[in-house]
């Protein structure tokens, strides 16, 4: 019996952390993806590309940083290129 109840709240567990991570952020507004990436109402898409590039670098999940806050980032970038996120 105690086995079951484990592998029930495992599987809880997972489920939530599941739901969690697919959650659908909502979308950043211009102002709110230039506050992430650290840069100016003027500047253009090298000063943004620029920005996005050093902040990944140093945040990538592959260098002990946060993939959520890396996913923040891309999307700022994105909104701020108006690239279409799939």
Same mark, same amino acid.
């Given at each position: 019996?105690?086995?079951?109840?484990?592998?029930? !709240? !495992? =599987? #809880?567990?997972?489920? !939530?952390? =599941?739901? $969690?991570?697919?959650? &659908? @952020?909502? &979308? #950043?507004?211009? @102002?709110?993806?230039?506050?992430? =990436?650290?840069?100016? &109402?003027? *500047?253009? &898409? *090298?000063?943004?590309?620029? /920005?996005?590039?050093?902040? %990944?670098?140093?945040?990538?999940? +592959? @260098?002990?940083?946060?993939?959520? #806050?890396? @996913? $923040?980032?891309?999307?700022?970038? *994105? %909104? =701020? #290129?108006?690239?279409? /996120? +799939?």
């Amino acid at each position: 019996m105690a086995k079951l109840v484990l592998i029930a !709240l !495992l =599987l #809880l567990g997972g489920w !939530l952390w =599941l739901r $969690r991570v697919l959650q &659908p @952020r909502a &979308p #950043l507004d211009e @102002r709110e993806a230039r506050a992430i =990436l650290g840069i100016g &109402p003027s *500047d253009g &898409p *090298d000063v943004i590309r620029a /920005a996005h590039k050093k902040l %990944v670098s140093a945040v990538h999940p +592959d @260098r002990g940083g946060s993939a959520d #806050l890396t @996913r $923040r980032i891309n999307m700022a970038r *994105d %909104v =701020l #290129l108006k690239r279409r /996120a +799939d």
